[in-house]
């Protein structure tokens, strides 16, 4: 008999999957980054749920005002993805009795600041003893069909991109959790990608209104895995030839001796949207994207052959579907 | 600076909303049952989050499935109190490393169990590793403004109602909990009462859709609490002159020479419906609820001053503002 370790995040849920009947008629398939149903003619509601723990998701150094957003900010991220907007949201506590007054006040303004931040609302929520910290937070939303993005659409010849560069939050997660160094100026940068992670949420609804998109997925888990994602949901492949990496994680490898693929490719906890493009419609989605102050790196291009292949100078190496996942990682 | 216990669930969610921006034109009001938006031409959408956390709410002798299948009935009975028919539900994991598969596949058989007992889908959630086992559900429906109930709409010379009979919870927790005995024929069924309660899902949905209540709360921090949160919200009273409480718990009290008003007022964990009908709407309210197999029972009525009293026999006991409060009261 399996423990959870074995299983792993995606074992265990296809385990209780077993157990639960299917709604007919689902607008995204299960395993997409949200849930989305049919309300009326072309209109739906679009639903998430995401769980922060205490001693998974919230490093050393890491503030409780800090965590509380950063759980809305985990929530965010997929709705950014879908290009839904967060209208209203859901907050479920479990709180360590050993918290005091000022801790509470602590998370009461990290979901104030991350509610402003996201232009959402919290609306309810409960409260519980627990014995590790959790933030469960519930994001609800409308949509239209047409507009909501699925993971399913990338077709062969898509471009696929980012909407930022990679590698800072493995790198800060290698100083806050194994204590590595790094010079002063980049590691307040490289921590602060890790302390106050960003939803491209701007980009999201932007790329979605502009509906340029065919595919779109959040890279909570880090890029390799979303791109294994995407893979499996569209059942196509992608030769990757650019892997965009932030100047202070380049820089950190360099001290460290590390290879700066291994940070771009295999963290988690960084908030970036993976896309594909139609070709045709790659220009527009780079004005609308720019039009709220973001930008969209094409990394590759989507193929017909279910791999996953990075070219760079002419070598071929493969990505490996490795990064965050519970249940076979965690704080040491 | 005050700690949790001192704060209590109350103290607790004041401080958190300090820091929030209310959501203007919001159909329920903060700390009701569930939380409900307009979202267009009198149509509303209802959600409720609430988190079954294995400390405090998995009494020893509850099997994983049972604990599955509560917190799901947990989520709704709040949408039984509104009147509003849970569509889709999300469901988000805490998981202690020591769980096996079994123990997942137990998990899954409870929350599949729910689902289909009160016709609603679960349709994602998270799955995350977690000291303590966490369940936190989030549903989602949809109602009409002038068909879902409030707290807040209690009138003096209203009948104030439940849906069944109290006490037996009480004495369940206390045979599980205290080791109290109690003959086996009583024994199984207060257990039970326990280990597999029901919300009033049809009662709350007939009552609703005969439009005769002017308030509603279900009952799961105690028939007492229950009144006081009703009072406070509705800004009345209520004369008690009957606490209809389970011939077993009666028994109960009788073999451990307990008050079974102690019983029946001041536990937790039970799932009745408490409402309020205009008398002129009695007999009509009763037709509705017999229609689906439930029934109303008369308790008292709604008066005036804020004061909650209980008259039996001539006499006349005030009645405490106490029962299951999280962060006051937990397992031995």
Redesign the interface.
Do not use: Q
């Given at each position: 008999?399996?423990?959870?370790?074995a299983?792993g995040?995606k074992g265990?849920?296809r385990?209780?999957?077993?157990?639960?009947?299917?709604?007919p008629d689902?607008v995204l398939d299960?395993g997409d980054d949200?849930?989305a149903?049919n309300?009326d003619d072309g209109r739906v509601?679009v639903?998430?749920?995401?769980?922060l723990?205490g001693?998974?998701?919230v490093p050393p150094g890491m503030s409780l005002r800090q965590a509380a957003r950063k759980a809305v900010v985990m929530n965010i991220s997929d709705f950014a993805a879908k290009g839904v907007k967060p209208?209203?949201m859901?907050?479920?506590?479990?709180?360590p009795?050993?918290?005091?007054?000022?801790d509470?006040?602590d998370?009461?303004?990290g979901?104030?600041d991350a509610?402003?931040e996201y232009s959402t609302?919290?609306?309810?929520?409960?409260?519980?003893?627990?014995?590790?910290l959790?933030i469960?937070c519930?994001l609800?939303g409308?949509s239209n069909k047409e507009e909501i993005i699925s993971r399913s659409g990338a077709k062969p010849g898509d471009i696929i991109a980012v909407t930022g560069k990679f590698g800072r939050t493995s790198a800060g997660l290698k100083i806050l959790l194994e204590g590595l160094s790094a010079p002063r100026e980049i590691e307040e940068r490289l921590k602060e990608a890790v302390f106050i992670p960003k939803a491209r949420l701007s980009e999201g609804l932007a790329l979605s209104e502009a509906k340029v998109l065919s595919a779109s997925i959040d890279s909570s888990d880090g890029l390799a895995v979303s791109l294994y994602e995407l893979s499996d949901a569209s059942g196509v492949g992608f030769m990757i030839d650019h892997v965009p990496i932030a100047d202070e994680a380049v820089r950190f490898a360099e001290i460290h001796d590390l290879d700066p693929y291994n940070l771009g490719l295999y963290g988690g906890e960084e908030y970036e949207l993976v896309v594909t493009v139609k070709p045709q419609l790659w220009e527009s989605a780079k004005r609308a994207i720019a039009k709220v102050g973001g930008t969209l790196i094409r990394i590759g291009r989507v193929i017909k052959e279910r791999r996953i292949e990075l070219r760079t100078n002419g070598e071929i190496r493969s990505i490996e579907c490795k990064g965050w996942e519970?249940?076979k990682m965690?704080k040491p």
């Open positions: 008999m399996r423990g959870l370790e299983l995040e265990i849920i385990l209780i999957w077993e157990y639960l009947d299917r709604m689902l299960l949200a849930s149903i309300i509601a639903l998430k749920t995401d769980m723990v001693e998974t998701d209208l209203v859901l907050v479920s506590l479990g709180l009795r050993s918290l005091r007054e000022k509470i006040r998370i009461g303004a979901l104030g509610a402003r609302y919290i609306i309810g929520g409960d409260t519980n003893e627990a014995s590790d959790i469960s519930s609800l409308f519970h249940f965690r």
